[in-house]
């Protein structure tokens, strides 16, 4: 069982960038979904997704409504935004009767609101900036499945090894405590590589995606959704500096989540730390599967926030919107949500969910029984209205995509710190975009 690669729901490249414009335009008219009566009833329903679902979960909808669920599945958010984008440019054609949205192509794809059923509020359901995310031109567009409030998985047995301090306190400590920030963590890495013979962490492309999240508006302004000029962008460059001078320092392994050598890595013992939003937690535990040691640090740089989360949305188009709109309420029900919890680890966005003993006592015996539910209840406690993350415009993810890509350059030894940035800029400029003031 297994959540298959939310990371990489990011990844978009250049081209994408450029097809950004072109997103959108169904034309389905938006507004409310039709009702679902007996009269409409279909024999089955369509949901476009990329993790693994519980089946009692799928089974429950088919027991209490009569309709078969059938998930056309992706091997990555990548291959589904990739559909989804093509289905919205060419008036629905191809798209499932619901679709899970990644955050950080949320925005790309709520270009045209009228592409998308506008979903009747359910009032607390979720973490209020949840909802807040999830409506567009004053309609909810989505309703949330989870959210990724960031914690960092470390190896205790080979930090220990390294000769620092290795227990949940002593790492917390390591990388800075209460006052953590990326700089203090980083230089732990350094320290740690010092005596050493694997990397500190297993991908720093990874950590500054993280980093990113916590801008309250790293590539695009508010205002007018245009991009800001990169060379001009001085709160990216420094934290790009900060990411890219730890590569060159030799701490990291360049191998991020998705790379084919991921899980050798963790098989190999290659590095210490990975930065893990909730739902990257199962993943590692399979990847890790009998390596010991591994534990969740509550401790994270500049007091926490969120990577990831995704939404199920109803397009307009769909010949079966009203019965649509019942499945994508049922797959996002508090119980639901413990459900998923238990299959792919994914750290719930649903008050009820949270509050669950299921979640916050269970014990999880990869991770040295630690109770993961509390961890990361913790964490986005700590975390507060930064969870939510900053502004994602339509360019949002592209835009990540190409500054990430200028670090693993420096993790593959291809640039200089300023080299890559250099890189970076050119390759921005490139695109040609009309950007902010």
Excluded at 46 to 74: C, H, K, R
Excluded at 93 to 117: C, Q
Excluded at 294 to 312: A, I
Aim: charged share 20%.
């Amino acid at each position: 069982m297994r959540h298959r690669n939310a990371a990489l729901a990011a990844s978009l490249g250049l081209t994408a960038l450029l097809l950004t414009s072109c997103s959108g335009g169904g034309g389905g008219g938006g507004g409310a979904a039709e009702e679902a009566t007996e009269d409409n009833k279909p024999e089955k329903l369509t949901v476009a997704a990329w993790m693994d679902f519980p089946p009692e979960l799928l089974q429950s909808f088919e027991d209490e409504y009569g309709i078969e669920v059938v998930v056309n599945s992706f091997p990555d958010g990548a291959s589904a935004q990739t559909v989804l984008r093509n289905g919205l440019a060419s008036d629905g054609a191809g798209l499932s009767d619901v679709h899970l949205i990644e955050l950080d192509w949320w925005t790309e794809m709520m270009a045209v609101p009228e592409d998308w059923v506008e979903l009747p509020a359910i009032d607390d359901r979720w973490v209020d900036w949840k909802v807040t995310q999830a409506t567009v031109d004053g309609a909810i567009r989505g309703y949330g499945t989870d959210i990724g409030p960031l914690g960092i998985a470390f190896n205790q047995r080979m930090v220990d090894d390294a000769g620092l301090a290795s227990d949940l306190d002593g790492f917390s400590t390591l990388i800075g405590g209460d006052a953590a920030t990326w700089e203090t963590f980083l230089d732990a890495g350094r320290e740690y590589v010092d005596t050493s013979d694997n990397y500190f962490i297993d991908s720093l492309s990874s950590a500054f995606q993280a980093a990113i999240n916590l801008l309250p508006d790293a590539f695009e302004d508010p205002e007018s959704g245009k991009p800001y000029d990169m060379a001009g962008n001085t709160a990216v460059q420094e934290l790009f500096m900060t990411f890219a001078e730890a590569a060159d320092d030799g701490i990291s392994a360049g191998i991020p989540i998705g790379h084919a050598d991921w899980g050798a890595g963790f098989q190999n013992e290659q590095w210490a730390t990975v930065v893990t939003p909730a739902w990257m937690a199962g993943i590692i535990a399979e990847n890790a599967d009998g390596i010991d040691g591994w534990q969740v640090s509550g401790t994270f740089p500049d007091g926490g926030g969120n990577w990831g989360g995704s939404f199920f949305s109803v397009p307009s188009t769909g010949e079966n919107t009203g019965w649509a709109v019942k499945l994508a309420d049922h797959l996002t029900s508090a119980d639901a949500a413990v459900q998923w919890f238990h299959e792919t680890g994914q750290f719930p966005s649903q008050l009820e969910a949270i509050e669950n003993p299921d979640i916050a006592e269970t014990e999880n015996p990869f991770f040295g029984g630690q109770r993961l539910g509390q961890v990361y209840g913790d964490l986005a406690a700590a975390a507060g209205d930064a969870a939510a993350g900053g502004y994602r415009g339509e360019n949002f993810a592209g835009i990540q995509t190409l500054v990430t890509d200028g670090v693993r350059l420096v993790e593959a030894g291809s640039a200089s710190p300023e080299e890559a940035w250099a890189s970076v800029v050119s390759d921005f400029e490139a695109l040609g975009f009309d950007t902010a003031d």
